[in-house]
């Protein structure tokens, strides 16, 4: 009896800790769905168009917008708005490899940009869509975080907290010149190896479709102070922003599996709503390179 009684004992405070255990990875875990309700999600983000012309297909206009510290291109690819919409542009930043050893970043960003130009012209809508696969193209080739002239291009803008100094770096001048030209409406930087969703308090309604998508999780901070940063900048300005750190694998195989992650994340992202045809996934192609 006794023994029984012990054993009923057991029992329950194992199924208390699994029930506590389930709590806390649910609570922890909040954004992911099942496979039932993720794709309930996704048709309810997802944009069609009435019989649209796939033969026109969507024009990415690549615009060189300033010169690295060692005299390397730094690229824009742009998709500009619809026509009737133009003056009343949305500008979206996506950008990739501000460190130059996140490789994967920039595989990624470009596998997007070229996504992009399958799709039809009329899923273009108010948004000018401008992504930055390798923001820091010196850091990139040398295989390392900081640019050529050894700054760290994510602590180098003007914010409250920022160097006396900054922009110290002309990556970091020419970005802001862009930013002159087209004013950010949201914005989307992405970094690795943490696997997570980095947001600020306010801005935790335009972080959650991010990390529904990607089931990546949502965080508030890598754990180190961060002066200086894109991040901390924008929201200075009031733009919303959030730093997506991707899967830790630095290896360009791996890039296609990352990318499968979140680009439908990346589409939401993007034009405000996932086009109907961005659905099927092309990673076969990609895998095949
Ligand atoms: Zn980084």
Redesign the pocket.
């Known amino acids: 009896m006794r023994r029984r009684r012990g054993c009923t004992q057991v029992i329950r405070s194992i199924s208390c800790v699994l029930v506590l255990g389930v709590t806390i990875a649910v609570g922890a875990a909040k954004p992911y769905l099942s496979a039932g309700d993720y794709a309930k999600y996704v048709q309810r983000l997802t944009c069609s168009v009435e019989d649209p012309d796939h033969d026109d297909k969507i024009r990415v206009r690549k615009l060189r917008y300033g010169t690295s510290g060692k005299g390397r291109a730094l690229i824009a690819h742009i998709v500009e708005p619809a026509k009737s919409l133009s003056d009343k542009a949305r500008n979206v930043y996506v950008i990739g490899a501000?460190?130059g050893d996140?490789r994967n970043?920039k595989i990624v960003l470009e596998y997007f940009v070229r996504e992009l130009a399958t799709l039809s012209n009329d899923f273009r809508n108010r948004r000018r869509i401008i992504v930055i696969p390798n923001y820091n193209p010196d850091g990139y080739k040398r295989y390392h975080?900081l640019n050529a002239s050894n700054i760290d291009l994510?602590r180098d803008f003007p914010s409250s907290d920022g160097h006396e100094d900054a922009p110290r770096a002309s990556e970091t001048a020419a970005f802001m010149k862009l930013m002159e030209k087209y004013p950010a409406y949201s914005m989307y930087n992405i970094?690795?190896p943490f696997r997570v969703v980095l947001y600020y308090p306010e801005d935790e309604s335009f972080a959650r479709p991010f990390s529904l998508l990607s089931d990546y999780p949502l965080g508030t901070g890598v754990g180190y102070p961060t002066p200086g940063s894109l991040g901390t900048y924008m929201r200075e300005k009031k733009v919303p922003i959030i730093t997506v750190?991707l899967a830790r694998h630095m290896k360009a195989a791996v890039a296609p599996y990352i990318y499968e992650e979140i680009r439908l994340a990346l589409y939401y992202s993007a034009f405000g709503c996932i086009p109907k045809p961005a659905q099927k996934s092309r990673i076969e192609t990609y895998i095949a390179e």
Do not use: I
């Open positions: 501000q460190h996140e970043t975080r994510n970094h690795q750190e």
